[in-house]
């Protein structure tokens, strides 16, 4: 038998600082610590620069060093990997700025509000109320003010959450023609309507049914659910289109019948993001302020009755007492606190839900 003579495989070069095994057409790739690097040393760069130039600041250091750092990284990318690469670094490196720069206000809006909301924030601040106290005194508490920010959220949602859903689930799975196409309009339409008319809308209903001295925590659970219903129905909408057809076939394969269909299948797989939406709702209008001062008011102790009698919500008592000064301005940084813990805590219990019933594909 004759041997046929066997033409050697080249080596491929393997390991992470290979081009050729990463698809570079042979080009090294940039060590992980490069990147790293170079953003030291352009603070450092920045610093020196701005030492001799003018009083270095954190902003100004932190600017430069920006810059710097992306034009050197996206220079020493081109040099080493190629163009493609460095597009890669440059589109990635602007993406995580703009991440950088959205968290800014919102780091610095949580530690202010931590900062002067911690001054009198307390197991006495959140369980006393306002009976008694006048003036510039310190004493006083939000306690009241959390009953009722807890009863006419919970009543809007009571309202808004049901009508939100069944709505979009109509839209979805049985709108079809002029009417759908209505009441998607009016949706839109809802959706950016200013909170003060919302306010109006109530506080002009309940005057012309029981008159113009009538005030409960039912007026503003109204008035914030015309706010909330539009957010629910939008939310909802497009987490039920986001199931697929084949879950909806395969059951009337089988001979489930539409209503079944949805109940079981449909809302089942969607529940995650139906949840959610329904917390955004809530986030969205748990601290609305001018509503509530036209149809709830504000009062100094606890009511408890929906139906009867003014109430204190949260936003307001922190207009309210920010509004008198002294004194009042930290009780109202510390009652924004306590908004914060509160829409945190909603957003922990909506994600526990989400985990324990969601379908186990999408967990």
Known sequence: MTTLPLTPTPAVPT??????????SGRTRLQRWVPWAVAGGSVVVAFLVLLVAATPTVASVVALAAVTYLVVLTVVSRVVEGPRWATDRLATTLVTFAFGIALIPLISLLWTVVSKGAKVFGPTFLNTNMVGVFGDMTEGGVYHAIVGTVLVTAAAAVISVPIGILTAIYLVEYGRGPMAKGITFLVDVMTGIPSIVAG????????????????????????????????VIRSVEEMLRLVPNELREAAYALGVPKWLTIIKVVLRTAIAGIVTGVMLAVARVIGETAPLLLTVGIITKVNWDLFD???????????????????????????ALTLILIVMLLNVVARLISKFFSPKASR
């Open 200 to 231: 109006l809308f109530a506080f002009s209903l309940f005057t012309l049914i029981f008159g113009p001295a009538y005030r409960a925590g039912i007026m503003g659970a109204v008035a914030l659910s015309v706010l909330m219903t539009p957010v």
């Open 15 to 24: 390991g992470p600082g290979r081009g050729a095994a990463s698809g570079t």
């Open 309 to 335: 009698g003014r109430m204190t919500t949260l936003p307001v008592y922190a207009y309210n007492q920010y509004s008198q000064g002294g004194a009042g301005v930290d009780r109202a940084w510390a009652a």
